[in-house]
C-alpha cells in the first residue's frame, strides 16, 4: 500500500521512496544495492530515492505478466475496458493529488501537472472505448468462404518512457495495450518515477489483476534487459533521439515489435499577414510551456520577411512572465547549464539574445532558465540546428516561404511543425510541403487528440505507425484472420 502525497501547493515536501511495482506488489530490487536521488527541480532537493534495479528484476516482472497473461486475455474486452472506468473515476477522485505529485517530481506548474493529468485521463477514456470500435470485420469473400478479422493480444509487452510527463507518456501505451489484452512492464524515468508507482496502486484498486501492469524503475541496464527478454514482444518508448535508435535497433534485434518516438527540432513559420495577437499568445505559450520541455514545443521561429511586429509583439509577452510563477523549474542543473551554453554560443557567433533568462534565480538551489529568445541567428548554430529542450526561442528571418520551408526540412527532425498566417493558399502550401508528421495551422502545439495518432516523422520516430489513438491500438495487438467455410454448397473458386 502506497500512501497518499499530501501536499497542496508548491512547498517543499517529499514522500517515499520509489519501488518497483511486480505482481500486485511494491518491491526493492532483488540485488540491485543502487539508488538515486529523486529531485524536486524547484528547490533542487530530493523528494525521495529511487531504487535502481537490474536484469533479474526484469525478469521477475515479465515472469510476472507471463503468469497473468492468460487469465488476462481470456478475459471479454469488455470486462477488460471496464476495470478502466474505474481506474478513471479513481484518477478523477485523485486528480488533486496526481497533480501535485507531477508537479513536485517534475518540477512544472500545479496547471501544467493539472493539465498532464487531465490528458491521462483523456487516454484511459479513450481504452475505455475500445470495446466500441475494435470489433474486427467480417466478409463473405467467396460463395459460402467467410473471412474474419480478430485483433488479439501479443502477450507480454514494455514501455519505456521519459522525465517530462511523468504521468501522460505510460497513458500513451497503457489503456490501449492492457484493454487490447496484453500484460505490461513499464520503465518509468528514474528522474521521476513517483505518480506511476502511485498509480499502481489506484488500477490495482480498480481491480486489475496482479502482474497485468509492473513496473521496473532503473536506468540503461533495465532498458537493456526489456528489450532483450525474450518473453517481451512488443516495446514502445518515448525519449531522445539517441536512446530511441538504440531501442529500436536491439529491441528489432531480438524480434520485437518496437515503436520508437525521439526527439525534436520544431519550426513555426510567421508570415507578416499573420494574426499579431494570436500569433504572439500563441508563439509564446508553444516555446515556455512545460519550460520549453515538450517534444512539441517551439524551438525555431522562421520569420519571413518583415515580422518585425510580431517578434516585438512575441518578446513583450514573453517579458512579462514571471519565472517561478509562470513558468516552472528546468529538470537539472545539468539541463540548465546545457541551454544556457547554447544561448552563449549563439550571442559568442553574433546572435542578439533579445530576452536573456541566464540569470533567472527565484528559488535558491532550483534548476532555472526564465524564457529566452535569440534573434537573428543563422542556420549554423547549434541552437538554430540541435534539440534545446529548454524555454529558448531561436528567430531565424528569411526573405520568403520558400526559404522557410527549406530550413524546415534541413531538419533531421519531424516532429512538428506550424504556420502562422491569415491566407489559406500560405497555410496549404506549408502543410503540403513539410517534413513533420505533425503539423499546425495557427497552432503552436498541434498534438493530434483521441481518436488520431501522435507521431513524428524521420528522426522524431523509428518504427511504422503512431503511438495513441486507434494506432496504439494497432501497435500492441495483431490480427487474426479466420477463413470458415461451414455450408456444403460447391464453391467455384481455386478456395473449394
Ligand atoms: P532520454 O532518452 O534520456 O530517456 C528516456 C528513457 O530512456 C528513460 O526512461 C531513461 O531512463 C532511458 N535511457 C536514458 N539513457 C539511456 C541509454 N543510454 N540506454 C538505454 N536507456 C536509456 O529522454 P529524457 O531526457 O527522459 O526525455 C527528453 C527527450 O524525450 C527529449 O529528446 C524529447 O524530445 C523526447 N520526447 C519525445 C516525445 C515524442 O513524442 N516524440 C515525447 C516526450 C519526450
Given at each position: ?372 529568445i535569440i534573434d537573428n541567428a543563422t542556420t549554423d548554430m547549434p541552437a538554430a540546428r540541435e534539440e534545446i529542450f529548454g524555454p529558448v526561442l531561436t528567430i531565424l528571418r528569411v526573405p520568403n516561404l520558400d526559404r522557410a520551408i527549406e530550413i524546415e526540412n534541413a531538419s533531421p527532425y519531424g516532429n512538428a511543425s506550424s504556420i502562422y498566417t491569415t491566407s489559406g493558399d500560405i497555410a496549404q502550401r506549408v502543410m503540403q510541403r513539410v517534413e513533420a508528421g505533425m ?58
Open positions: 500500500m502506497i500512501p497518499s502525497f499530501t501536499a497542496k501547493s508548491s512547498d517543499f515536501q517529499t514522500y517515499v521512496d520509489a519501488r518497483n511495482f511486480i505482481a500486485g506488489e511494491y518491491q526493492s530490487p532483488l540485488t540491485s544495492k543502487e539508488t538515486l536521488e529523486v529531485l524536486n527541480p524547484r528547490y533542487g532537493k530530493a523528494i525521495a530515492r529511487v531504487a535502481m534495479s537490474g536484469r533479474d528484476d526484469v525478469d521477475a516482472a515479465a515472469k510476472a505478466a507471463a503468469a497473468a497473461y492468460p487469465e488476462w486475455r481470456r478475459m471479454p474486452i469488455r470486462d477488460r475496458a471496464y476495470v478502466f472506468y474505474v481506474l478513471r473515476q479513481l484518477m478523477v477522485q485523485h486528480l488533486e493529488e496526481l497533480t501535485w505529485l507531477v508537479s513536485h517530481e517534475n518540477g512544472k506548474l500545479y496547471s501544467e501537472a493539472k493539465a498532464e493529468v487531465e490528458k491521462a485521463i483523456e487516454c484511459v477514456e479513450y481504452g475505455c472505448s475500445l470495446p466500441n470500435i475494435a470489433a474486427g470485420s467480417q466478409l463473405e469473400v467467396s460463395r459460402g468462404v467467410r473471412c474474419e478479422v480478430v485483433y488479439e493480444p501479443l502477450g507480454v509487452v514494455a514501455g519505456i518512457v521519459p522525465f517530462n510527463f511523468p504521468c501522460m507518456v505510460p497513458f500513451w501505451m497503457i489503456p490501449q495495450a492492457i484493454v487490447g489484452g496484453n500484460a505490461f512492464v513499464l520503465k518509468p524515468s528514474e528522474r521521476v518515477p513517483l505518480s506511476m508507482m502511485r498509480i499502481a496502486q489506484l488500477m490495482k484498486d480498480a481491480g486489475l489483476p496482479n502482474g497485468v501492469f509492473n513496473i521496473v524503475n532503473g536506468g540503461r541496464e533495465v532498458v537493456e534487459a526489456l528489450c532483450d527478454h525474450e518473453q517481451i514482444k512488443a516495446v514502445g518508448f518515448v525519449g531522445s533521439t539517441k536512446v530511441a535508435k538504440l531501442v529500436y535497433s536491439r529491441a528489432s534485434a531480438s524480434g520485437k515489435r518496437a515503436l520508437c518516438l525521439g526527439g525534436a527540432k520544431n519550426h513555426l513559420i510567421v508570415v507578416p499577414d499573420a494574426d499579431l495577437a494570436v500569433t504572439a499568445d500563441n508563439v509564446v505559450a508553444s516555446f515556455t510551456g512545460g519550460t520549453g520541455q515538450r517534444c512539441m514545443a517551439a524551438s525555431v521561429m522562421v520569420a519571413v520577411g518583415d515580422c518585425d511586429h510580431i517578434i516585438e509583439a512575441v518578446r513583450a509577452r514573453a517579458a512579462k512572465m514571471v519565472t517561478g510563477n509562470d513558468m516552472g523549474p528546468v529538470t537539472s542543473e545539468a539541463a540548465a547549464a546545457r541551454i544556457k551554453g547554447y544561448i552563449d554560443s549563439a550571442e559568442r557567433a553574433g546572435a542578439k539574445i533579445i530576452l536573456d533568462g541566464r540569470k533567472a534565480d527565484p528559488v535558491k538551489g532550483g534548476f532555472w532558465v526564465g524564457p529566452t503539423c499546425g495551422v495557427n497552432i503552436g502545439v498541434p498534438v493530434p487528440r483521441e481518436p488520431f495518432g501522435f507521431g513524428g516523422w524521420n528522426d522524431s520516430l523509428f518504427g511504422h505507425g503512431n503511438m495513441t489513438g486507434w494506432d496504439g491500438y494497432l501497435f500492441w495487438t495483431r490480427q487474426r484472420k479466420i477463413t470458415s467455410k461451414w455450408a456444403l454448397q460447391k464453391d467455384q473458386t481455386w478456395m473449394s
